[in-house]
Nanobody, 116 residues
Framework: QVQLVESGGGLVQPGGSLRLSCAAS????????MSWYRQAPGKERELVAR????????DYADSVKGRFTISGDDAKNTVYLQMNSLKPEDTAVYYC?????????WGQGTQVTVSS
């Protein structure tokens, strides 16, 4: 059964850090393009970070460049999003997304709230 399970969200103060995890099962994430998206209340879902199949290319949204880092652990079949210097505008539900040709999968999302 193919599944993506996110974890690591929570409440953090501005300037703080969180690390989100996306555990993949039923497939090896390295052969998929893996992405993190987020959706804030009343806004469209937006791409935050993406790592290509094989990990040779990484892209970030301009709003998170220099603060967020996407990475993967082959042994754990897990993709991470390290988020530093968090701002209130980073508050959103964060989703993990996997895509390979016509196959794609979404995780259930994890809430990140940045507030003092």
């Amino acid at each position: 059964q193919v599944q993506l399970v996110e974890s690591g969200g929570g409440l953090v103060q501005p300037g703080g850090s969180l690390r989100l995890s996306c555990a993949a099962s039923g497939f090896f994430f390295r052969i998929y393009a893996m992405s993190w998206y987020r959706q804030a209340p009343g806004k469209e879902r937006e791409l935050v970070a993406r790592i290509s199949a094989g990990g040779g290319s990484i892209d970030y949204a301009d709003s998170v460049k220099g603060r967020f880092t996407i990475s993967g652990d082959d042994a754990k079949n897990t993709v991470y999003l390290q988020m530093n210097s968090l701002k209130p505008e980073d508050t959103a539900v964060y989703y993990c997304y996997a895509r390979r040709f016509a196959s794609s999968y979404w995780g259930q999302g994890t809430q990140v709230t940045v507030s003092s």
